[in-house]
């Protein structure tokens, strides 16, 4: 499973941190759950990272320049937050 870690500055930009591939080499954590839970113990309870569904993932797989790429991986983001934000009382 991929996921997408990253930070909202103070004016509600987004910056991306890092891309991780949480699935573990000996397959035992496959959907990368293991993982998300301990990204869960930190300050920010995961709401920093988004999980890349298997058809984005694909998506990103074949694109062919870099602001597809990026497009893709904002509308992922934006997703997560909106997702996010809807749920904080």
């Given at each position: ?7 909202v ?16 080499q ?20 995961g ?13 990103m797989?074949?694109?062919?320049t870099?602001?597809?790429?990026r ?5 992922v ?5 909106r ?6 009382p």
């Open positions: 499973m991929l996921f997408v870690e990253y930070d500055t103070a004016d509600g930009a987004i910056e991306l941190v890092a891309l991780i591939n949480a699935v573990e000996d397959g035992a954590d496959p959907d990368g759950q293991a993982w998300l839970d301990w990204r869960r113990s930190h300050e920010d309870a709401h920093g990272c988004a999980a890349v569904a298997p058809e984005d993932l694909a998506l797989e074949v694109a062919e870099p602001d597809r790429l497009a893709i991986v904002e509308r983001l934006l997703a997560d937050r997702t996010k934000e809807e749920t904080v």
